[in-house]
C-alpha cells in the first residue's frame, strides 16, 4: 500500500489526541480503517457541508493510502475527504464508532505436532 502524506484540513487537538493515544495503531492506520469503513457502509455518519469556523482547526499532514484517499475523493466529492476524516475523528473519540481488530492465520499453515513423551520418574511412579 503506498501511503502520501497530505495536507488536511482537520481539528488539531482530535488529530493530537488519536495520535498521542497508547494504541496498537498508528494514527494512518487507524484513519484508513475508519474512512474504509464509512465509504463501504458500514459506519453512518454526519458530515457536514463546510467545516466549523472554530478555533484549532489547520492543516495536519498525515500519510494515507493512496486508493483509499482517491476513492475517498472521488465519492465524497473533491475537497470533503478533510470533512469526512474531521467528522470520523470526532466520532471514533466520542465513543459513537470503535474498532474492533480480530488476527486470525492459517493454522494448517503454522501447525506444528508436539510430542509428549513421560519423564523416566513418571513411569517409575506409573509403575509402582
Do not use: C
Request: aromatic share 4%; hydrophobic share 45%.
Amino acid at each position: 500500500m503506498p501511503r502520501t502524506r497530505r495536507n488536511l484540513w482537520l481539528h488539531k487537538a482530535n488529530y493530537r489526541r488519536i495520535a498521542d493515544a497508547d494504541a496498537f495503531l498508528t494514527p494512518s492506520q487507524l484513519l484508513e480503517l475508519l474512512l474504509t469503513a464509512y465509504l463501504d457502509g458500514h459506519v453512518a455518519l454526519a458530515v457536514p457541508e463546510r467545516p466549523a469556523r472554530e478555533p484549532g482547526r489547520g492543516r495536519v499532514v498525515v500519510a494515507l493510502d493512496d486508493t483509499v484517499f482517491a476513492r475517498a475523493e472521488a465519492e465524497s466529492g473533491e475537497g470533503r475527504t478533510s470533512l469526512v476524516i474531521d467528522s470520523l475523528i470526532a466520532a471514533y473519540l466520542a465513543g459513537s464508532v470503535t474498532v474492533t481488530l480480530h488476527a486470525t492465520t492459517k493454522a494448517a499453515q503454522h501447525r506444528a505436532p508436539i510430542t509428549v513423551e513421560p519423564s523416566a520418574e513418571d513411569d517409575a511412579t506409573a509403575a509402582a
